[in-house]
Nanobody
């Protein structure tokens, strides 16, 4: 049974920081592509960042480059999204997804974690 649990969201002022966590179970964590998506009210779900846990390759959407950093902790089966210099446009529910040899897990209809920037 694959499970992805997002945490770390909250409310911050513009310019502040948050670190999101996504803890995975039921997948070969060290051979997966983990991704963060976000969805603001009324908007479509959009890709924020990805990391390949095998080769550590990363991808960032242009709107977060230089502000967000994705990282992994294989010992904890956890992917982090360090978000700095947040602005109100970053306000959204953030979701974690995983692609592994077992298939795809997670989407923008899950629980996610709310980030609110004022």
């Amino acid at each position: 049974h694959v499970q992805l649990v997002e945490s770390g969201g909250g409310s911050v002022q513009a310019g502040g920081s948050l670190r999101l966590s996504c803890t995975a179970s039921g997948i070969p964590f060290d051979d997966s592509d983990l991704a963060w998506y976000r969805q603001a009210p009324g908007d479509e779900c959009e890709l924020v960042s990805t990391i390949n846990t095998l080769n550590n390759n990363t991808y960032y959407a242009d709107f977060v480059k230089g502000r967000f950093t994705i990282s992994q902790d294989n010992a904890k089966n956890t992917v982090y999204l360090q978000m700095n210099n947040l602005n109100p446009e970053d306000t959204a529910v953030y979701f974690c997804t995983a692609n592994s040899p077992l298939g795809h897990a997670g989407n923008c209809w899950g629980q996610g974690t709310q980030v609110t920037v004022s």
